[in-house]
């Protein structure tokens, strides 16, 4: 054979067992009936585990939230209608009664109001002329024909809870008390408080009403306002009639923030409200000292002016001394015995 036909041969040879390789390389085979004697696990459905789906629930780390102290009290039975204490970074439910039970708001239906005044393109410092249309016949604070700027208007409606102020404030942006309380109605779905429903912008009706869950979450919502949050924290106002020479004062309706309830509180910022139907109501922010702890307390349905203050009081005092706050000493170790239910709450 000559050399150039073997090299031909050894070519083509090389070609040939190049292409069996390939093509043998691309079957796919079956192992268990090529290869009997391997055996190769086979992935089949699966359905998660209790565990596994709880671990998918849970948040990366607990939030911390302030813990109940082991062994502390309950409060005395609450003497209002419905009440309820809420952490007011946190949002922590820390106690709790009738909280779901639709209650009228009376002049708490103020902060609504004030919320959605906001909200317009109100100029504070123009006047209007106070009518008889505005006027209630037991307010005390305005008399028809005087003139007042919007910003005095909005001091006598928040800090002395006056009908006649906020009845001028929405006319003269000019809307009729239907009209503002479909506004109303629109804040509240915007804010999630499922349970309020407004009829008009004073909380003269007894249709103006929330439970009070939803009354601590409009209040903490109002106080994000620094206008209304400015306001409601003055003990009293000074207001004087454009057409008049003399200036009127106007008390907070707030008898923790004036002390005519005594306390001890560095902060007690809150808002009113009263109708026959509704009994007496409260909400507050309460703050002990400068350490950062904040409650939002509700009292609804009182059955005095004086007694919606002084459990809302004592609710507080109560809260903190029986709740350890986040870096307060046996914090830490409270929280770490605690455990962390499906809800997100500690227990």
């Known amino acids: 054979m000559s050399s150039k036909l073997f090299d031909f041969l050894s070519s083509f040879g090389i070609m040939i067992l190049g292409i069996v390789l390939l093509f043998a390389g691309s079957v796919t085979f079956e192992p268990a009936k090529t290869f009997p004697w391997i055996k190769l696990p086979v992935a089949g459905s699966r359905t998660l585990i209790d565990e596994e789906l709880l671990l998918e ?198 008898r923790l923030l004036t002390r005519w309830i005594p306390n001890k509180f560095a902060t007690a910022i809150g808002k009113t409200g009263y109708t026959l139907q509704a009994g007496y109501n409260f909400a507050v922010n309460v703050e002990e000292d400068d350490d950062g702890r904040s409650l939002i307390v509700v009292v609804l349905g009182a059955t005095t002016t004086d007694l919606r203050f002084t459990e809302a009081r004592d609710l507080a005092e109560w809260t903190f001394s029986q709740y350890v706050w986040p870096k307060e000493s046996g914090y830490d170790a409270l929280y770490n015995s605690s455990t962390l239910t499906l809800d997100g709450t500690l227990h």
């Open 57 to 254: 629930s849970l948040p990366l780390s607990r939030p911390m939230v302030p813990m109940r102290k082991a062994g502390s009290k309950e409060f005395y039975p609450l003497a209002a209608a419905s009440g309820v204490v809420v952490d007011a970074k946190t949002k922590t439910l820390l106690f709790q009664k009738n909280i779901r039970a639709e209650r009228p708001l009376a002049s708490i239906t103020k902060l609504m109001t004030a919320i959605v005044l906001l909200d317009l393109p109100i100029n504070w410092s123009s006047s209007t002329v106070i009518t008889e249309a505005d006027a209630d016949g037991s307010d005390h604070h305005l008399i028809p024909g005087e003139e007042y700027l919007f910003e005095d208007l909005w001091h006598i409606a928040l800090v002395g809870s006056s009908n006649s102020a906020i009845n001028s404030l929405v006319r003269s942006a000019g809307f009729s008390a239907e009209q503002f309380s479909a506004l109303m109605n629109k804040k509240s779905k915007e804010l999630g408080l499922a349970s309020a429903y407004f009829v008009d912008p004073a909380g003269l009706s007894e249709r103006n009403a929330a439970n009070a869950l939803d009354t601590a979450t409009l209040f903490r919502e109002a106080l994000q306002r620094e206008k209304i949050l400015k306001t409601i924290r003055l003990g009293e106002y000074y207001a004087r009639p454009l057409n008049k020479k003399k200036s009127r004062r106007v008390w907070s309706t707030n």
